[in-house]
Nanobody
Framework: EVQLVESEGGLVQAGGSLRLSCAAS????????IGWFRQAPGKEREGVSC????????YYAPSVKGRFTISSDNAKSTVYLQMNSLRPEDTAVYYC???????????WGQGTRVTVAS
């Protein structure tokens, strides 16, 4: 069974940092992409970042580029999202997802809430 478990989010002050993790199991981690998405209240879900474990290529949404860093620990089947210089507009529920590529996803985590206070 495919499982994706996000770490606990939290409350952080604007300008602060937070690292999320996505622990994966039930599939061949190295053969898949893991993406991070977020959904803010009243807004549509948006893609934040993705890493393709086949070739370690990465993608960042323009709104987070230069502030967020995605990384993968294949030995632990875990993907991390390091979020720096957080802004109130980063407040959202963050989800990780598994895909065959960074363009389509089949399995999702349960989500974790991140709140950035101004």
């Amino acid at each position: 069974e495919v499982q994706l478990v996000e770490s606990e989010g939290g409350l952080v002050q604007a300008g602060g940092s937070l690292r999320l993790s996505c622990a994966a199991s039930g599939f061949t981690f190295d053969d898949h992409a893991i993406g991070w998405f977020r959904q803010a209240p009243g807004k549509e879900r948006e893609g934040v970042s993705c890493i393709n474990n086949r070739d370690s290529s990465t993608y960042y949404a323009p709104s987070v580029k230069g502030r967020f860093t995605i990384s993968s620990d294949n030995a632990k089947s875990t993907v991390y999202l390091q979020m720096n210089s957080l802004r109130p507009e980063d407040t959202a529920v963050y989800y990780c997802a598994r895909g065959s590529t960074c363009y389509e996803y089949t399995h999702w985590g349960q989500g974790t809430r991140v709140t950035v206070a101004s």
